[in-house]
T-cell receptor, first 114, second 116 residues
Framework: GNSVTQMEGPVTLSEEAFLTINCTYT??????LFWYVQYPGEGLQLLLK?????DKGSNKGFEATYRKETTSFHLEKGSVQVSDSAVYFC?????????????FGSGTRLSIRP | GAGVSQSPSNKVTEKGKDVELRCDPI?????LYWYRQSLGQGLEFLIY????????KSGLPSDRFSAERTGGSVSTLTIQRTQQEDSAVYLC??????????????FGAGTRLSVL
């Protein structure tokens, strides 16, 4: 079945460091890919998405490119801030008949030191 | 409403009791989803509603779990004869349409269920 694998955390970086969180997927067909973020004490929210191969999703300085050849959707940011500390979830949409649902990875906790 | 609202925010219950968790989606959103987030686990899909019907309930872990949605709005997730392994955060989400490539899914803050 469809699945998402992302790097285990926690990941701890210093402010202004470069961030990469790896994500690979297994899917039949052509899923859409997502990164969701859960800030401390807040609900889950969509960070960015890409709906077809070679698309790049971007938001708040974060980017991820849909790579069909490597079945990957790695999250990157050039210079992280303390406010980026959160749990990040890679996910894909799983279309089945007329329904559509999200399959999530296990999450990566990111902590940024001032 | 302004966002997806879930109640209660926290629920502590004894093993064997029944619990009801409520989700109030964003007004006008036809699609509604329930997920479960267990400690150390990712988010696990439970059930999806389009209007009042549930085309996909493949994620419900056992027949102790059921959900309904009335009036195309509020949904209730019921867990009967709760077990300790049911302890988790239960998240509800809604979207304007069911195609998640085109519609954003908005999540509530969740209900943290603890079964003693």
């Amino acid at each position: 079945g469809n699945s998402v694998t992302q790097m285990e955390g926690p990941v701890t970086l210093s402010e202004e460091a470069f961030l990469t969180i790896n994500c690979t997927y297994t899917a039949t067909g052509y899923p859409s890919l997502f990164w969701y973020v859960q800030y401390p004490g807040e609900g889950l929210q969509l960070l960015l998405k890409a709906t077809k191969a070679d698309d790049k999703g971007s938001n708040k300085g974060f980017e991820a490119t849909y790579r069909k050849e490597t079945t990957s959707f790695h999250l990157e940011k050039g210079s992280v801030q303390v406010s980026d500390s959160a749990v990040y979830f890679c996910a894909l949409s799983d279309r089945a008949s007329s329904a559509s649902k999200i399959i999530f990875g296990s999450g990566t906790r990111l902590s940024i030191r001032p | 409403g302004a966002g997806v609202s879930q109640s209660p925010s926290n629920k502590v219950t004894e093993k064997g009791k029944d619990v009801e968790l409520r989700c109030d989606p964003i007004s006008g959103h036809t699609a509604l989803y329930w997920y479960r987030q267990s400690l150390g686990q990712g988010l696990e899909f439970l059930i999806y509603f389009q209007g009042n019907s549930a085309p996909d309930k493949s994620g419900l872990p056992s027949d102790r779990f059921s959900a309904e949605r009335t009036g195309g709005s509020v949904s209730t997730l019921t867990i009967q004869r709760t077990q300790q392994e049911d302890s988790a955060v239960y998240l509800c989400a809604s979207s304007l349409g069911h195609d998640l490539a085109k519609n954003i899914q908005y999540f509530g803050a969740g209900t943290r269920l603890s079964v003693l």
